[in-house]
């Protein structure tokens, strides 16, 4: 990949990171000054799940700025844009809508057929190791 497109994606990249970080910051911000002080358990309770809510969404903002750094980490040592599985190039248009994309489209379908006919309903027991709700309620 040209050194430019490089460059571009970096400044998408480093611009995206800053933008969540802020997100992460204002969170921070808001539920440590909040007045916890709520009479009604109803609404105690819609706060709870709000919160939860927000937690949630920042985790998962977390995971994605660990994913844009090691994108960086590919523009430096210059394998970003290259597919991990068949080390073809990866199309730009594919980059441009998810510059953090390690796979090729056509690897990237690959893996999701598999793991259609393997029956995985959720990448993050493979990735994470992270239970699905339907595998705690069969657990319990």
């Known amino acids: 990949m040209e050194a430019n497109r490089l460059m571009f994606f970096r400044e998408i990249l480093q ?13 921070i911000s808001v539920m ?17 799940v709000e ?4 937690l ?3 985790d998962r903002e977390r995971r994605l700025i660990l994913k844009m750094k090691e994108a960086i980490q590919r523009i430096d040592n210059g394998t970003y ?20 994309a390690i796979q090729c489209i056509a690897c990237k ?6 793991e259609k006919l393997k029956g995985v309903k959720d990448r993050r027991v493979i990735q994470y190791g992270f239970p ?5 309620q069969e657990d319990d």
């Open 81 to 100: 844009g290259i597919c991990e599985d068949c080390g073809e190039e990866i199309s730009e248009k594919r980059l441009i809508a998810r510059p953090v």
């Open 109 to 114: 379908t690959k893996q999701e057929k598999i």
């Open 32 to 48: 440590t000054n909040e007045n916890d002080r709520v009479v009604d358990l109803n609404d105690q309770a819609s706060m709870e």
């Open 56 to 58: 949630r969404i920042r």
């Open 15 to 27: 611009q995206k990171i800053a933008e969540l970080l802020g997100d992460q910051m204002k969170t």
């Open 51 to 54: 919160k939860n809510y927000e």
């Open 132 to 136: 699905t709700s339907s595998q705690n």
